[in-house]
């Protein structure tokens, strides 16, 4: 099983960024789907971008052009770049790795890393 480890939120104005850090260890991520969620005090968790063993990107509507996300396989690490935060990208921010066999599912996350967009 993978364990994560997010890390590199905190507190940014409007318009900042910030680079999020996924480290994983227990296991090569290299073949699995690496994903980044957000979540905000009581709403549902949801996908903010992912990316596949063979690198293809996925975003939400609403961080297209403005995050990017990326992999290091050989540092076993998942990044998301963050640009032109807004205030309402404000939430936990949770790193998952998943891996989908015939006979079984691999589904891990890490302990969520907060991000605050504030003036």
Same mark, same amino acid.
């Given at each position: 099983?993978?364990?994560?480890?997010?890390?590199?939120? *905190?507190?940014?104005?409007?318009? *900042?960024?910030?680079?999020?850090?996924?480290?994983?260890?227990?296991?090569?991520?290299?073949?699995?789907?690496?994903?980044?969620?957000?979540? @905000?005090?009581?709403?549902?968790?949801?996908?903010? @971008?992912?990316?596949?063993? *063979?690198?293809?990107? #996925?975003? @939400?509507?609403?961080?297209? *052009?403005?995050?990017?996300?990326?992999?290091? #396989?050989?540092?076993?690490?998942?990044?998301?770049?963050? #640009?032109?935060?807004?205030?309402?990208?404000? @939430?936990?921010?949770?790193? #998952?790795?998943?891996?989908?066999?015939?006979?079984?599912?691999?589904?891990?996350?890490?302990?969520?890393?907060?991000?605050?967009?504030?003036?």
């Amino acid at each position: 099983q993978v364990q994560l480890v997010e890390s590199g939120g *905190g507190l940014v104005q409007p318009g *900042g960024s910030l680079r999020l850090s996924c480290a994983a260890s227990g296991s090569m991520i290299s073949i699995y789907l690496m994903g980044w969620y957000r979540q @905000a005090p009581g709403k549902q968790r949801d996908l903010v @971008a992912h990316i596949s063993s *063979g690198g293809t990107t #996925n975003y @939400a509507d609403s961080v297209k *052009g403005r995050f990017t996300i990326s992999r290091d #396989n050989a540092k076993n690490t998942v990044y998301l770049q963050m #640009n032109s935060l807004k205030p309402e990208d404000t @939430a936990v921010y949770y790193c #998952n790795a998943k891996l989908v066999r015939p006979l079984q599912t691999y589904d891990s996350w890490g302990q969520g890393t907060q991000v605050t967009v504030s003036s």
